[in-house]
């Protein structure tokens, strides 16, 4: 008697058991693949809740010494920071930036004296510093100037690898930038820093909660002439081609899980570490729901990681990177616990 076809194959068998699920799963998170970001502010004994992301705080350099110790015991072992700037720091040029006295660059040599064995991502942008929140140097008309911009962010790049950063990660969408920082950064005896360029990063509504946070959203127009057109893709594998011959060691995309193709488009275009920036609309996004109760916190965000994994990210960097990871210790295989409706932690 012939078996009907449909009945010959049955990819169920595949899944009957934890042991078979388990030795052909394809994609896993592991916590040395995740990044923690951390936003860092003036003074001592400072950790102000963030109200735009829940469960992140503005944390000055001794309050950050003891996440980074917390975050490391969670397995994970690189931090991504960003400075909050206050309103008097702040001018058209965003001169702070390059002030070798910032605040900033202190906080950065301190951590890195406290914990060598940490990877430290400093992001370079004039945003956080600038009066009108734009990423670069304004021109009389109002345009955002690309080449002046470059200037200064070599000598940024300069500032946060003495200060102890490993990586540096330009998150302008300038033009030239990574071919520069390269160069300056060898002038300047730092062969070694690496360099992680924002490759694909696109004018996103995302970005919103991050803005909050750091005071910076642009005080006139959009970013729309640097940033990219979420409607394009083949654009990236310019991006990504770029940077590649310019000399970047890390291609970065960002948002992350709503641009699935483009991380899936440039993993399969380079073979240069891919990561993905899991940004703060999309961790405020299951934040929000989870503390209705109307999401779990740790199994939505899994399975969000996990996706982006799939598509390619080699690693990610999330603001829910430190709970996951503690999350991940505790429990022993978290896709064969179906997700419950129980209230979250949260
Ligand atoms: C600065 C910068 C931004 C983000 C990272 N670096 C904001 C922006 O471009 O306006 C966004 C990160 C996030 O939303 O989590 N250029």
Redesign the pocket.
Known sequence: MNTPLHLLKRPRRNRKSESIRALIQENFIQASNLIMPFFITEGKQVRSPISSLPNQFHLSVDELLIEVESILISGIGTVILFPLITSHYKDSLGSYAINPKSFFYKAVYTLKKAFPQLTIIT?I?L?PYTSHGH?GVISDSGCVLNDETVQILTEMACLQAEAGADIVAP??MMDGRVKAIREALDKNRFEYVSIMSYTAKYASA??K???SALQ?APTFGN?KSY?MNPANSREALIEAKLDEEEGADFLMIKPASIYLDIIQKIRSNSNLPVVA?H???EYAMIKAAAQRGWLDFEHTLFETLLSIKRAGADAIISYGAKELATWLKSSTAPLDEEPTDRQTSQ
């Open positions: 992001d942008a945003d990423d998150s302008d995302f970005y909660p991050f803005r910076s970013k940033q920036y940004v703060s609309g």
